[in-house]
């Protein structure tokens, strides 16, 4: 399997401009991730679906962000209007859940360091 | 408020000696803990998982202890080697309502030095 895949790898953008970042999970995994890493404040959890519906977002920032799972095979997170301070690593990760015990490992994508200007 | 506390101090040793790395947590009722390793510009790898109802899990040159009275995480490298830097994080189950929802500490960076 290819892993957890993510694009772009490297974002650098504009302040004010919208910016999308995609993420294809793991085939047959039915729980997706996005989080958010910085020198500050660590791997946050932004965001995560369950069998393509959102189960928590509490970790969303704002408005300025949303995040899509229209089916199993990709999810995008979209920021608009991006800000200097959403500059960050923003890394997908799926996982394959039973909704109880055993709990299992997450796996994650490489990541896409988003530079806003 | 809920917190997961790491050494942020770079964790320095001589390879070959044991590397102890500790996670402290207040405010949560984890049912389990997990261990995650972090090269510089990848995304974190999975370790070990550890429940609450296991004292101490093993594999490989990897332990990891987990203490619910004294909240804490205990999580051992022997024999280590050089390449056993990275940065290591731990996670603790953070779900209310099923699912797998993990809150990372920020991590301590391990360096092996010959």
């Known amino acids: 399997d290819a892993g957890v895949i993510q694009s772009p790898r490297h974002e650098v953008t504009e302040m004010g401009q919208e910016v999308t970042l995609r993420c294809k999970p793991i085939?047959?995994?039915?729980?997706l991730f996005w989080y958010r890493q910085t020198m500050m404040r660590g791997l946050e959890l932004l965001i995560y679906f369950n069998n393509n519906v959102p189960i928590d977002d509490s970790g969303m920032p704002e408005d300025r962000f949303s995040a899509k799972m229209p089916n199993a095979s990709f999810s995008t997170l979209k920021i608009q209007p991006s800000e200097p301070r959403d500059s960050a690593v923003y890394f997908c990760?799926?996982?394959?859940?039973?909704?109880?015990?055993?709990?299992?490992?997450?796996?994650f994508g490489p990541g896409t360091r988003l530079t806003v200007l | 408020s809920q917190k997961i506390e790491q050494n942020s101090e770079a964790l320095n040793i001589q390879e070959g000696k044991t590397a102890t790395l500790t996670c402290n947590y207040t405010?949560?009722?984890?049912?389990?803990l997990q261990w995650y390793r972090q090269d510089p510009g990848r995304g974190p790898v999975f370790l070990l998982l550890?429940?609450?109802?296991?004292k101490e899990k093993r594999k490989e040159r990897l332990k990891v202890t987990f203490d619910t009275t004294l909240k804490q995480s205990l999580f051992h490298i022997t024999a280590s080697q050089p390449a056993d830097s990275a940065t290591y994080l731990c996670?603790?189950?953070?779900?209310?309502?099923?699912?797998?929802?993990?809150?990372f500490g920020t991590g301590t960076q391990l360096k092996v030095e010959l």
């Open positions: 405010n949560y009722s984890p049912a389990y």
């Open positions: 550890i429940r609450e109802n296991e």
């Open positions: 996670a603790l189950d953070a779900t209310t309502g099923g699912g797998n929802k993990l809150t």
């Open positions: 990760a799926s996982s394959l859940e039973s909704g109880g015990p055993p709990y299992n490992e997450q796996f």
């Open positions: 085939s047959g995994h039915n729980s």
